[in-house]
T-cell receptor, first 115, second 113 residues
Framework: DAGVIQSPRHEVTEMGQEVTLRCKPI?????LFWYRQTMMRGLELLIY????????DSGMPEDRFSAKMPNASFSTLKIQPSEPRDSAVYFC?????????????FGPGTRLTVT | KQEVTQIPAALSVPEGENLVLNCSFT??????LQWFRQDPGKGLTSLLL?????REQTSGRLNASLDKSSGRSTLYIAASQPGDSATYLC????????????FGSGTRLLVRP
């Protein structure tokens, strides 16, 4: 299995531009998570999907952030407009089931720099 | 609000030494606890998952213990190797939202040859 796939691996953009991050979860997994990692705040859950439906988006910082999961094999996290404080590493993770004894498998992350 | 703390923040040891990484959490109502490893520029790799009803889990040279009542977990690494150098993260899943992972800030480990 290829694991969780994220693209792009690195993104540099200017303030005010739209940024779209992409994730392909592990085949057969029905839960998908988007996390953000910064030096100041560590790793934080942004949004959780179960069977393609957003279940918990309480971690999404503000309306500039949106996430979709149109099917079981693809999800996007969009920031519009981007700001320098959005600079971070964004991780996507998937699991076979939500919680319980099911481990989350993380992708390699997208390092976003907003100038 | 659940808070997870990891001590020390950084650790440097000579190769071959046994070492212990510490994790504490403020709310004992957890579903499970996981230890992850993160290499620079890479994602997280799950090392061990301990259910709340368990006391410890072992995988190779790694042993993780859980004392839920005192809000503590330790990760024991035996006979450390340079390849163990990485950041180790502890995360707990709250009982009322077991899909969530609340992470500590990590311990950055360097094993010197």
């Amino acid at each position: 299995d290829a694991g969780v796939i994220q693209s792009p691996r690195h993104e540099v953009t200017e303030m005010g531009q739209e940024v779209t991050l992409r994730c392909k979860p592990i085949s057969g997994h029905n839960s998908l998570f988007w996390y953000r990692q910064t030096m100041m705040r560590g790793l934080e859950l942004l949004i959780y999907f179960n069977n393609n439906v957003p279940i918990d988006d309480s971690g999404m910082p503000e309306d500039r952030f949106s996430a979709k999961m149109p099917n079981a094999s693809f999800s996007t996290l969009k920031i519009q407009p981007s700001e320098p404080r959005d600079s971070a590493v964004y991780f996507c993770a998937s699991s076979a089931q939500a919680g319980g004894s099911y481990e989350q498998y993380f992708g390699p992350g997208t390092r976003l720099t907003v100038t | 609000k659940q808070e997870v703390t990891q001590i020390p923040a950084a650790l440097s040891v000579p190769e071959g030494e046994n070492l212990v990484l510490n994790c504490s959490f403020t709310d004992s109502a957890i579903y499970n606890l996981q230890w992850f490893r993160q290499d620079p520029g890479k994602g997280l790799t799950s090392l061990l998952l301990i259910q709340s009803s368990q006391r410890e889990q072992t995988s190779g040279r790694l042993n993780a213990s859980l004392d839920k009542s005192s809000g503590r977990s330790t990760l024991y690494i035996a006979a450390s190797q340079p390849g163990d150098s990485a950041t180790y993260l502890c995360a707990v899943s709250p009982m009322d939202s077991s899909y969530k992972l609340i992470f500590g800030s990590g311990t950055r480990l360097l094993v010197r040859p």
